[in-house]
T-cell receptor, first 113, second 110 residues
Framework: DGGITQSPKYLFRKEGQNVTLSCEQN?????MYWYRQDPGQGLRLIYY???????QKGDIAEGYSVSREKKESFPLTVTSAQKNPTAFYLC????????????FGSGTRLTVV | EDKVVQSPLSLVVHEGDTVTLNCSYE??????LLWYKQEKKAPTFLFML????IEKKSGRLSSILDKKELSSILNITATQTGDSAIYLC??????????FGKGITLSVRP
Protein backbone atom coordinates (compact mmCIF):
# COMPACT_ATOMS: atom_id res chain seq x y z
CA ASP A 1 0.00 0.00 0.00
CA GLY A 2 1.19 3.49 -0.76
CA GLY A 3 1.75 5.97 2.00
CA ILE A 4 4.10 8.10 4.02
CA THR A 5 6.39 6.65 6.65
CA GLN A 6 7.87 8.78 9.38
CA SER A 7 10.53 7.52 11.73
CA PRO A 8 11.17 7.30 14.55
CA LYS A 9 7.79 7.66 16.26
CA TYR A 10 9.42 8.98 19.42
CA LEU A 11 12.75 10.81 19.67
CA PHE A 12 14.59 12.22 22.63
CA ARG A 13 17.28 14.84 22.16
CA LYS A 14 19.73 16.39 24.52
CA GLU A 15 20.07 20.13 24.43
CA GLY A 16 22.69 21.23 21.91
CA GLN A 17 22.30 18.20 19.68
CA ASN A 18 21.09 18.07 16.10
CA VAL A 19 18.57 15.36 15.23
CA THR A 20 17.14 14.23 11.90
CA LEU A 21 13.57 13.09 11.37
CA SER A 22 12.91 10.78 8.45
CA CYS A 23 10.03 11.05 5.98
CA GLU A 24 9.65 8.61 3.08
CA GLN A 25 6.75 8.34 0.60
CA ASN A 26 5.99 5.81 -2.12
CA UNK A 27 3.05 7.71 -3.59
CA UNK A 28 5.08 9.25 -6.41
CA UNK A 29 4.10 12.68 -5.11
CA UNK A 30 6.14 15.67 -6.24
CA UNK A 31 5.43 17.96 -3.28
CA MET A 32 6.36 17.29 0.33
CA TYR A 33 5.89 19.32 3.53
CA TRP A 34 6.96 19.45 7.16
CA TYR A 35 4.62 20.77 9.84
CA ARG A 36 5.04 21.30 13.54
CA GLN A 37 2.10 20.81 15.89
CA ASP A 38 2.00 22.22 19.42
CA PRO A 39 -0.97 21.94 21.78
CA GLY A 40 -3.47 24.67 20.98
CA GLN A 41 -1.43 25.90 18.02
CA GLY A 42 -2.64 23.82 15.11
CA LEU A 43 -0.20 22.90 12.32
CA ARG A 44 2.51 25.35 11.33
CA LEU A 45 4.53 24.97 8.13
CA ILE A 46 8.30 24.58 8.58
CA TYR A 47 9.55 23.77 5.06
CA TYR A 48 8.11 22.54 1.80
CA UNK A 49 9.46 21.12 -1.43
CA UNK A 50 7.67 21.36 -4.75
CA UNK A 51 10.09 19.13 -6.60
CA UNK A 52 13.35 17.23 -6.17
CA UNK A 53 16.39 19.38 -5.36
CA UNK A 54 14.20 22.36 -4.47
CA UNK A 55 12.73 23.49 -1.16
CA GLN A 56 11.33 26.66 0.38
CA LYS A 57 11.03 28.05 3.89
CA GLY A 58 7.62 27.98 5.53
CA ASP A 59 6.38 30.15 8.36
CA ILE A 60 8.69 28.85 11.12
CA ALA A 61 11.88 27.66 9.37
CA GLU A 62 14.40 29.09 11.86
CA GLY A 63 16.41 26.34 13.54
CA TYR A 64 15.46 23.72 10.96
CA SER A 65 17.01 22.43 7.74
CA VAL A 66 15.86 20.03 5.02
CA SER A 67 17.09 18.32 1.89
CA ARG A 68 15.31 16.81 -1.10
CA GLU A 69 17.84 14.71 -2.96
CA LYS A 70 15.32 12.02 -3.89
CA LYS A 71 11.67 12.31 -4.79
CA GLU A 72 10.72 9.81 -2.10
CA SER A 73 12.59 11.37 0.79
CA PHE A 74 12.36 14.69 2.64
CA PRO A 75 14.33 14.52 5.93
CA LEU A 76 14.08 17.31 8.50
CA THR A 77 17.00 18.23 10.74
CA VAL A 78 16.22 20.01 13.99
CA THR A 79 19.35 21.94 14.84
CA SER A 80 20.64 23.20 18.17
CA ALA A 81 19.56 26.67 17.02
CA GLN A 82 15.92 25.69 17.47
CA LYS A 83 15.20 27.01 20.95
CA ASN A 84 12.00 25.10 21.67
CA PRO A 85 12.07 21.89 19.63
CA THR A 86 9.79 19.76 21.79
CA ALA A 87 6.73 19.16 19.58
CA PHE A 88 4.90 16.74 17.31
CA TYR A 89 6.25 16.81 13.74
CA LEU A 90 4.12 15.81 10.77
CA CYS A 91 5.28 15.15 7.23
CA UNK A 92 2.85 15.35 4.31
CA UNK A 93 2.88 15.00 0.55
CA UNK A 94 0.68 15.90 -2.40
CA UNK A 95 0.67 15.08 -6.10
CA UNK A 96 1.68 18.61 -6.97
CA UNK A 97 2.21 21.80 -5.06
CA UNK A 98 -1.11 23.18 -6.21
CA UNK A 99 -2.96 20.03 -5.20
CA UNK A 100 -4.87 20.35 -1.95
CA UNK A 101 -5.10 16.61 -1.33
CA UNK A 102 -2.45 16.11 1.33
CA UNK A 103 -1.50 12.69 2.70
CA PHE A 104 0.03 12.79 6.17
CA GLY A 105 2.49 10.53 7.91
CA SER A 106 1.91 9.30 11.47
CA GLY A 107 4.25 11.84 12.98
CA THR A 108 7.33 11.96 15.19
CA ARG A 109 7.15 13.22 18.75
CA LEU A 110 10.39 14.96 19.66
CA THR A 111 11.26 15.66 23.29
CA VAL A 112 14.27 17.58 24.52
CA VAL A 113 15.67 16.13 27.73
CA GLU B 1 -1.14 36.70 5.51
CA ASP B 2 -3.74 33.94 5.28
CA LYS B 3 -5.65 33.25 8.48
CA VAL B 4 -7.97 30.50 9.71
CA VAL B 5 -9.96 30.72 12.95
CA GLN B 6 -11.84 27.74 14.37
CA SER B 7 -14.42 27.76 17.12
CA PRO B 8 -15.03 26.62 19.71
CA LEU B 9 -11.53 25.38 20.57
CA SER B 10 -12.99 22.48 22.50
CA LEU B 11 -16.32 21.00 23.41
CA VAL B 12 -17.74 18.03 25.25
CA VAL B 13 -21.00 16.36 24.20
CA HIS B 14 -22.85 13.14 24.92
CA GLU B 15 -23.40 10.31 22.48
CA GLY B 16 -26.33 11.02 20.21
CA ASP B 17 -25.91 14.79 20.29
CA THR B 18 -25.48 16.86 17.13
CA VAL B 19 -22.48 19.20 16.97
CA THR B 20 -21.52 22.07 14.70
CA LEU B 21 -17.89 23.06 14.31
CA ASN B 22 -17.04 26.47 12.85
CA CYS B 23 -14.25 27.71 10.64
CA SER B 24 -13.74 31.24 9.33
CA TYR B 25 -10.95 32.38 7.06
CA GLU B 26 -9.16 35.29 5.46
CA UNK B 27 -7.23 34.29 2.37
CA UNK B 28 -6.08 35.93 -0.84
CA UNK B 29 -7.73 34.36 -3.91
CA UNK B 30 -9.48 31.52 -2.11
CA UNK B 31 -9.14 28.13 -3.82
CA UNK B 32 -10.34 25.50 -1.37
CA LEU B 33 -11.25 24.71 2.24
CA LEU B 34 -10.47 21.33 3.77
CA TRP B 35 -11.57 19.52 6.90
CA TYR B 36 -9.39 16.86 8.56
CA LYS B 37 -9.95 14.55 11.54
CA GLN B 38 -6.97 13.84 13.79
CA GLU B 39 -7.42 11.09 16.36
CA LYS B 40 -3.98 10.16 17.61
CA LYS B 41 -1.43 10.87 14.94
CA ALA B 42 -1.96 11.47 11.22
CA PRO B 43 -4.80 13.78 10.19
CA THR B 44 -7.21 12.03 7.86
CA PHE B 45 -9.03 13.86 5.08
CA LEU B 46 -12.76 14.46 5.47
CA PHE B 47 -13.94 17.02 2.92
CA MET B 48 -12.71 19.54 0.41
CA LEU B 49 -14.99 22.46 -0.48
CA UNK B 50 -14.46 24.79 -3.41
CA UNK B 51 -16.42 27.41 -5.29
CA UNK B 52 -17.85 24.61 -7.44
CA UNK B 53 -18.62 22.31 -4.54
CA ILE B 54 -19.94 24.15 -1.50
CA GLU B 55 -21.72 21.27 0.23
CA LYS B 56 -20.46 17.78 1.00
CA LYS B 57 -21.95 14.89 2.96
CA SER B 58 -20.68 11.54 4.08
CA GLY B 59 -22.77 9.49 6.46
CA ARG B 60 -23.30 11.45 9.66
CA LEU B 61 -20.86 14.19 8.64
CA SER B 62 -21.67 17.13 6.41
CA SER B 63 -20.00 20.40 5.61
CA ILE B 64 -21.07 23.65 3.98
CA LEU B 65 -18.99 26.50 2.60
CA ASP B 66 -20.34 30.05 2.79
CA LYS B 67 -18.16 32.12 0.47
CA LYS B 68 -20.06 35.27 1.25
CA GLU B 69 -19.41 34.95 4.98
CA LEU B 70 -15.93 33.43 4.43
CA SER B 71 -16.74 30.51 6.65
CA SER B 72 -17.57 26.84 6.81
CA ILE B 73 -19.31 24.52 9.23
CA LEU B 74 -18.82 20.84 9.89
CA ASN B 75 -21.87 19.07 11.27
CA ILE B 76 -21.82 15.72 12.99
CA THR B 77 -25.18 14.14 13.80
CA ALA B 78 -25.85 11.30 16.24
CA THR B 79 -22.33 11.57 17.64
CA GLN B 80 -20.46 8.46 18.78
CA THR B 81 -17.44 8.06 21.05
CA GLY B 82 -15.41 7.31 17.92
CA ASP B 83 -16.00 10.87 16.77
CA SER B 84 -13.76 12.10 19.60
CA ALA B 85 -10.82 13.79 17.88
CA ILE B 86 -9.27 17.08 16.87
CA TYR B 87 -10.97 18.55 13.81
CA LEU B 88 -8.71 20.70 11.65
CA CYS B 89 -9.81 23.26 9.08
CA UNK B 90 -7.39 24.47 6.41
CA UNK B 91 -7.56 26.76 3.39
CA UNK B 92 -5.53 27.27 0.24
CA UNK B 93 -5.23 30.58 -1.57
CA UNK B 94 -3.19 32.27 -4.25
CA UNK B 95 0.12 30.86 -3.05
CA UNK B 96 -1.26 27.31 -2.89
CA UNK B 97 0.00 26.96 0.65
CA UNK B 98 -2.26 25.08 3.06
CA UNK B 99 -2.95 27.24 6.15
CA PHE B 100 -4.41 25.44 9.16
CA GLY B 101 -6.52 26.65 12.04
CA LYS B 102 -5.72 25.67 15.62
CA GLY B 103 -8.17 22.80 15.59
CA ILE B 104 -11.27 21.93 17.63
CA THR B 105 -11.01 19.20 20.25
CA LEU B 106 -14.26 17.25 20.39
CA SER B 107 -14.92 14.82 23.23
CA VAL B 108 -17.96 12.56 23.01
CA ARG B 109 -18.96 11.00 26.33
CA PRO B 110 -20.86 7.69 26.50
Amino acid sequence: DGGITQSPKYLFRKEGQNVTLSCEQNLNHDAMYWYRQDPGQGLRLIYYSQIVNDFQKGDIAEGYSVSREKKESFPLTVTSAQKNPTAFYLCASSIGYRDSGYTFGSGTRLTVV
Amino acid sequence: EDKVVQSPLSLVVHEGDTVTLNCSYEVTNFRSLLWYKQEKKAPTFLFMLTSSGIEKKSGRLSSILDKKELSSILNITATQTGDSAIYLCAVTGANSKLTFGKGITLSVRP
